[in-house]
């Protein structure tokens, strides 16, 4: 493994030539394999639908229409709206970045890390209860939503990504004595694991969200992820992928927000428009795809040479907490249990009813669980006063509640760090 960037404590590695050459060449294979399956597709679809009636006819023709993506010029009004906070933008090493700014802004940060395919609206439900304690910036990442979309390869290696969120958080305050707490969710969540290991002076705490270690995520990939291995080898490819995206008037959003359709709701459907209008154009498509066309060739490892990965020095010193859904079938819950070995203070926690997007399937839950682990909670006990009446009686009643009062909140506190698995080493 080649030796590439790192911090004091870690240093990122590609993967081996061996590895990286296989992968390439499963990215043809696949690649010839999605080529024929739209090609057949296309030639004998309208004969198995066109039997000579004119009614089938009229399928074949709406058929086609469907084939081709909806022209979608305007932004839904979720993706401009100022109710989730305030629009701004900042150029970070040339690039330009879009976020979205509430809560008090002279509060401790939460960053938010949006996934794949999605942009800072995904993180809807969160903004108004995090901005209750945080100065919340929801950003669209490079590559997404209204931030700039290089389309060079090059310019979402990792040491790139990972530069340009610690120059962003620099310019919005964020030092070793004001840390930040970054909160991301899939692939947001794997650019925050880099952030957080080779640039743990910026970060108070770290979640990560329906996404484990990078160390374990590529090879605990579960087929019936949408985006499996297969999936990975064949993003490997130029071109072929963003038009795949596009077919079918972007069919692959709908099969990511599945539950978004369930509910039926005008407002989850209006989430949905604003997905597909992010994603309209080959261009959304390349810049987000590129993460895919690097991140899966790297890998963190401790800077000495000794192999005792189990040591507390080689561990990640930034307390973590890792959320799954108990339905997710795109990652694997024994990758969240095998990355709490890269992690000194580390809580999983298993969201009932929930898939991929835990966030937006159980909000409340995943809200509260959000609230507890980020904010502090001060134990305030009450100073009994001396009092001139009311005896013996009454000061005992006083000291009964003072008493519930703290062992309330000790309740809490304790129920913060006990989650169905902990590991601190």
């Known amino acids: 493994m080649a030796v590439l960037v790192g911090s004091r404590a870690y240093q990122m590695v590609s993967i081996s030539t061996i590895e990286s050459l296989k992968m390439l060449a499963l990215s043809v294979v696949w690649g010839s394999w999605i080529v024929i399956r739209n090609v057949a597709s296309r030639v004998f679809k309208p004969l198995l639908l066109n039997d000579g009636g004119h009614g089938n006819n009229k399928n074949v023709v709406a058929d086609k229409a469907i084939s081709l993506a909806t022209i979608r010029d305007r932004p839904p009004p979720c993706l401009s709206t100022t109710v989730y906070g305030t629009h701004s933008y900042v150029k970070v090493k040339g690039v330009k970045l879009h976020y979205v700014e509430c809560g008090d802004p002279d509060g401790t940060i939460a960053l938010l890390l949006h996934g794949f395919p999605s942009c800072w609206i995904s993180w809807h439900h969160q903004i108004p209860t995090l901005s209750k304690y945080f100065r919340v910036i929801a950003v669209d990442l490079k590559g997404f939503g209204d931030s700039d979309k290089p389309s060079a390869r090059k310019s979402y290696r990792v040491e790139n990504l990972v530069n340009e969120l610690a120059v962003f958080l620099s310019l ?25 290991h080779l640039c743990p002076m910026f970060v108070s705490k770290f979640v990560a969200i329906s996404c484990p270690h990078p160390n374990v995520h590529w090879e605990y990939l579960p087929p019936s992820s949408f985006f499996n291995k297969n999936w990975i080898c064949f993003s490997q490819l130029p071109y072929l992928p963003e038009m795949d995206a596009l077919q079918s008037d972007l069919k692959i959003i709908n099969q990511c927000y599945q539950h978004l359709y369930k509910t039926k709701k005008s407002d989850d459907l209006s989430y ?49 907490l ?38 937006q399937e159980q909000p409340k839950v995943v809200n509260e669980l959000l609230t507890s682990y980020l904010v502090c909670v001060k134990v305030v006990q009450k ?12 000061r005992m009643k006083d000291l009964v509640s003072s008493t519930v009062q703290y062992g309330t909140t000790l309740k809490d506190s304790m129920q913060i760090s006990i989650s169905p698995i902990t590991a601190n080493t």
């Not at 108990?326 to 249990?337: E, R």
């Not at 100073?383 to 009686?393: D, K, T």
Request: a neutral charge.
């Open 172 to 196: 919005l305050g964020v030092d070793g004595r004001n840390k930040c707490h970054v909160i991301g969710h899939d692939l947001g969540a794997l650019l925050g694991w880099y952030l957080v």
């Open 272 to 320: 949905i428009d604003a997905y597909k209008y992010a994603f309209s154009r080959t261009v959304d498509w390349t810049g987000a795809i590129n993460y895919f066309r690097n991140l899966p060739f790297y890998r963190i490892e401790p800077r000495s040479n000794n192999d005792s990965l189990n040591k507390e020095e080689h561990m990640l010193q930034v307390p973590c």
């Open 383 to 394: 100073v009994l006063q001396p009092q001139n009446s009311g005896g013996f009686v009454e």
């Open 322 to 359: 890792l959320i799954i859904g108990n339905n997710d079938v795109s990652v694997n819950i024994a990758s969240f249990i095998k990355s709490t070995e890269f992690l000194k203070t580390s809580t999983v926690r298993i969201i009932d009813n929930a898939s991929h997007f835990p966030h």
